[in-house]
């Protein structure tokens, strides 16, 4: 079992930033992919930007540019700085984990972009 926390969330201006956590139960040297995800009322939830246990890390051609994932493995965490937020941004951003066959998702934090 994982269990993912994530943080960071919150309401920002227009060309705002800010940065999300995901602290995990466990080891996330182990995990064989994490990743943030969004999903807005009414859309399917969309892949943001993964890591996978390499190290190796990709982005969403929307956010491409604006948004990296990063991982601390001392701190269990996974971050998303989150630069230039646009107004399309708005979502509620997941956490995902995937731990041998399982896949694990924290309970989502809330982005707001609004002037």
């Known amino acids: 079992q994982v269990q993912l926390v994530e943080s960071g969330g919150g309401l920002v201006q227009p060309g705002g930033s800010l940065r999300l956590s995901c602290e995990a139960s466990?080891?996330?040297?182990?995990?064989?992919?994490m990743g943030w995800y969004r999903q807005v009322p009414g859309k399917e939830r969309e892949l943001v930007a993964p890591?996978?246990?390499?190290?190796?890390?990709n982005s969403a051609d929307s956010v491409k540019g604006r948004f990296t994932i990063s991982r601390d493995n001392v701190k269990n965490t996974v971050y998303l700085p989150m630069n230039s937020l646009k107004p399309e941004d708005p979502a509620v951003y997941y956490c995902?984990?995937?731990?041998?066959?399982?896949?694990?998702w924290g309970q989502g934090t809330q982005v707001t972009v609004s002037s």
């Open positions: 995902t984990a995937r731990f041998f066959t399982a896949n694990y």
């Open positions: 466990r080891s996330i040297f182990r995990m064989n992919y």
């Open positions: 890591i996978t246990t390499g190290g190796s890390t």
